[in-house]
């Protein structure tokens, strides 16, 4: 199903993923109750386990770094073949989303 959001220019929301990053010691089951009602609205969700939360258990501290971890979110977009995100975080999670846009703006389409 495809919707599109209000404006005469703006992109059908399904053709841009939406990128879900959950809080602290949170992970991606956290965002559950919330993906009906995104799937509905035409999203294609993305639901990374953030380092050190769920199945992602780092070897080395520096991959809990805030670099790094922006850094692993270009290889997962990389490896899931999505060049761009509407990106959406809770805490900590919201933290890194806008670590991510001020490192990456060319990976964000929305925030």
């Keep these: 199903m495809?919707?599109?959001?209000?404006?005469?220019?703006t992109p059908q929301i399904d053709e841009v993923p939406?990128?879900?990053?959950?809080?602290?010691?949170?992970s991606a089951a956290n965002w559950q109750a919330h993906t009906p009602r995104f799937q509905q609205a035409g999203f294609r969700l993305l639901c990374p386990d953030l380092p050190g939360h769920?199945?992602?258990?780092?070897?080395t501290p520096y991959d809990y770094t805030m670099p790094?971890?922006?850094?692993q979110l270009v290889e997962f977009l990389e490896r899931t073949q999505v060049s761009s995100v509407h990106l959406l975080g809770y805490s900590m999670g919201g933290r890194l989303a806008l670590y991510f846009a001020l490192h990456y703006p060319e990976k964000v389409t929305s925030l």
């Design 2 to 9: 495809t919707k599109k959001m209000s404006g005469p220019d």
């Design 18 to 26: 939406l990128l879900l990053l959950h809080g602290f010691t949170g």
């Design 54 to 59: 769920g199945i992602n258990q780092p070897s």
């Design 68 to 71: 790094a971890t922006a850094a």
